[in-house]
């Protein structure tokens, strides 16, 4: 498989184990359009990779991934269009992810935010840094949390927990994510590569076919979820795309000021 095309991920291979780095270190890896595009299409390719048996999602430097990128945001507020996240691609990065038969593991080497955070929690499994905290702060950017985080958040944690977390915007440490079993894991920054390592071998020395479809099998119930409300919740997300209270978020993120909310 040829991973050349990519550009905002860095593809490594350890024997039949790929790395998969989110690459944008300067931004925490923000995703823009193009890491969205990406993000969209990897797990194709992944599952007709024929040497990859087990996946380890990460981001290179300080964060896994950021969230939304605000210049890409920012773009498409005064172009006053949604186009610049078609619903389409929005719902390809989740439901790849879920498609794809080959186990995925999330190695958390910091905060996953908005975005990142929906992407980590849809992985098989997540192992964190203890130092790293993640949260689905839509609603403080003015936005529906409508890109798949109002979907697996209910699932791993209640419904309650859920929505005091997504309506909110709070972060949670990794520690205690774990505890709630939001994630699986948090250990030290300087054993997660170890922690990660071992899970991954383990996997790729297992019965491949049986994890595989055992990951297939407990992925129904979730697909079936996901199609159910995935639709409705990415409409009211672009939706508030264009609202004003989301143009006052991103005014003010730009004038570093806290934003002003009047509920339009």
Known sequence: MDYTAYEHMEIARDGRVLRVTLNRPDVLNAVNARLHYELAHIWDDVMYDDDTDVVVLTGAGRAFSAGGDYPWLLEGLETRTVGSLSSYEAKRVVFNLLDCEKPVICRMNGDAIGLGATVALYCDMIIAADHARIGDPHVRAGLVAGDGGAVIWPQLIGFARAKQYLMTGDLIEAPEA?????????????????????????????????????????????KQLAHAAFDAGISYELTTQLGEDH??????????????FTGA
Not at 204 to 218: F, H, L, P, Q
Not at 247 to 260: G, L, N, T, Y
Request: proline fraction near 3%.
């Open 247 to 260: 143009a006052e978020a991103v005014r003010s993120f730009v004038e570093k000021r806290k934003p002003r």
């Open 178 to 222: 774990a505890r709630m079993g939001l994630i699986n894991q948090a250990v030290p920054e300087a054993e997660l590569d170890a922690a990660v390592d071992k899970l991954a071998h383990k996997l790729v020395n297992g019965a491949t076919k049986a994890i595989r479809w055992t990951k297939v099998s407990a992925n129904i119930a979730l």
